[in-house]
């Protein structure tokens, strides 16, 4: 059958409450910018459009407006598959961030991806997990800044300019902790007093980060995930002997014809 990708307000929603929950974690060591695999046991309104900037410092981290794109990678040897590199930049601090790439399949990514701001390198840094081959990326660690440039690789199979096409799908998290003050008396001494601490987890997205930008355009190039005509995912039903189809849902809530058998 065939059936859009993230056609209704709802299934949009869905995808930010279970794909955005990352966990909180301070700045980590850069360790690397060489793509590596896994170890499989261990959105125009919406997001980004294809560019890579900022809008300006916003107080609500719950509500950040966060823009990227992705495009080919520098290949490195050794490494199978199509590589592809993405940036992003949000307007405020992050401490995590998803990328969500289905139906492509992630295969090696990078590690440790790159921190800048105006194009000097920053201090700052992420680190990535997720299992390969697989359809998300996790990162954390921090980012300081409004506009700061964070820039990485990953790889999948085929070619970028094959449909349906690459258009990842970001999410980003920002965490706080507020240690409460404690008064210790004379008499506790040597008695070990625990400050309390107050953990404030915020997320926002989902953000499209558009298809590859440096590609030839076809009838497709407009249908972005996030965006007014999201792309036709096409599915063979178990039955070998049939396929079936379901007609795209439009955004304004009616229904479209279903269940056309071919």
Not at 83 to 103: A, D, L, R
Not at 141 to 156: D, K, M, P, R, V
Not at 170 to 197: C, F, G, H, N
Request: with cysteine; proline share 8%.
């Amino acid at each position: 059958m065939e059936t859009n990708l993230l056609d209704t307000t709802t299934a949009r929603r869905r995808l930010a409450a279970t794909l955005g929950v990352l966990a909180a974690a301070v700045a980590l060591p850069v360790v690397g910018t060489s793509l590596v695999q896994a170890d499989s046991i261990a959105p125009v309104t919406t997001g980004g459009t294809g560019s890579t900037g900022t809008t300006g410092t916003t107080a609500d981290p719950n509500n950040y407006s966060c823009t990227g794109s992705i495009a080919k990678g520098t290949p490195e040897a050794g490494t199978p598959g199509t590589q592809v590199k993405y940036q992003f930049s949000c307007n405020g601090p992050i401490t995590g961030y998803e990328i969500e790439t289905e139906p492509h399949q992630i295969q090696y990514f990078d590690a440790s991806p790159t921190a800048s701001i105006n194009g000097v390198p920053s201090t700052d840094n992420f680190e990535c997990q997720g299992i390969s081959p697989g359809v998300e990326l996790n990162c954390v660690g921090q980012s300081t800044a409004a506009g700061e440039l964070i820039t990485g690789q990953f790889t999948i199979t085929g070619k970028l300019s094959t449909e349906p096409r690459l258009d990842p799908i970001l999410i980003v998290t920002e965490a706080t902790a507020t240690a409460t003050a404690v008064s210790v008396p004379a008499s506790t001494k040597s008695q070990s007093v625990t400050s309390p601490v107050t953990v404030t987890q915020s997320i926002s997205g989902p953000f499209d980060l558009g298809r590859p930008v440096g590609e030839p355009h076809d009838a497709f190039s407009g249908d972005t995930r996030l965006g007014n005509h999201p792309p036709l995912a096409v599915l063979t039903s178990r039955n070998k002997k049939h396929v079936y189809t379901t007609s795209p849902v439009p955004l304004d809530g009616t229904t479209g014809t279903t269940g056309v058998k071919r």
